[in-house]
């Protein structure tokens, strides 16, 4: 199947989410998503307004993490972090779910937790990502966790926030396309830093993916577009 760049730059989520980053850095992470026409930014809470002030005039949406990396905000942080980020310019969020309680079994507990989020957001037009960390998960953990966030409302699952002990693997990106069903899509985080490595995730049922190596997956992208060989 023939792909365009912009297929490709519409699948990713430019990552600005190091805790080291400066504001020159954002800044400069803003220019590298304009420069693409990327999906989405996806930035720290603090990043949104400046997100929203360099990303004005484009295409480009602002996604803020909740509860990130860890997920072990209480329920109501989570959604007061949620307005926040809404208040000042996201239109998605990326929650990352309370990974100790579901690893704990309380599986209503993190029902409860996913969806004041996503209430929250659906009530102001926005949507929610819900980051599994699979690398801290059983496969039954990440089939119940793809359920749960389906109960509660979550448009995406996601595999990662890219700062636990592994990322994305094509393995867990099969087992939650089959595990929920075609009204949830799914976003892959976490390693993926080549073009090639982005069309397979794309392959195995992948809508959106997190990135910082987008200048390289781009450039990729154009050279073989300019050669008639951007397939997948």
Request: some cysteine.
């Amino acid at each position: 199947m023939l792909l365009t760049v912009k297929d490709i730059a519409k699948m990713i989520d430019h990552s600005l989410l190091k805790p080291e980053l400066t504001i020159k850095d954002v800044i400069e992470g803003c220019n590298v998503a304009k420069l693409y026409d990327v999906a989405a930014v996806c930035v720290r809470p603090c990043d949104v307004k400046l997100a929203k002030e360099q990303l004005e005039g484009s295409s480009i949406k602002i996604a803020a993490v909740i509860g990130f990396p860890h997920g072990s905000n209480k329920t109501d942080i989570k959604v007061f972090e949620a307005n926040t980020a809404i208040d000042e310019g996201a239109t998605e969020l990326d929650m990352v779910l309370n990974i100790g309680r579901l690893r704990s079994l309380d599986f209503e507990y993190v029902e409860h937790d996913i969806r004041a989020v996503t209430d929250a957001a659906h009530a102001r037009n926005a949507i929610v990502k819900v980051i599994l960390e699979n690398c801290y998960l059983t496969d039954e953990l990440k089939e119940q966790a793809c359920r749960i966030a389906e109960r509660a409302g979550a448009d995406y699952v996601k595999t990662s926030t890219g700062y636990g002990s592994g990322g994305a693997t094509l393995d867990d990106v099969r087992l939650m396309k089959r595990t929920v069903t075609q009204n949830v899509r799914i976003k892959a985080a976490g390693g993926i830093r080549t073009l090639d490595a982005l069309l397979a995730f794309k392959k195995a049922g992948v809508e959106r993916i997190g990135a910082t190596a987008t200048s390289v997956i781009m450039e990729e992208a154009i050279r073989r577009q300019n050669n008639g060989t951007l397939e997948y």
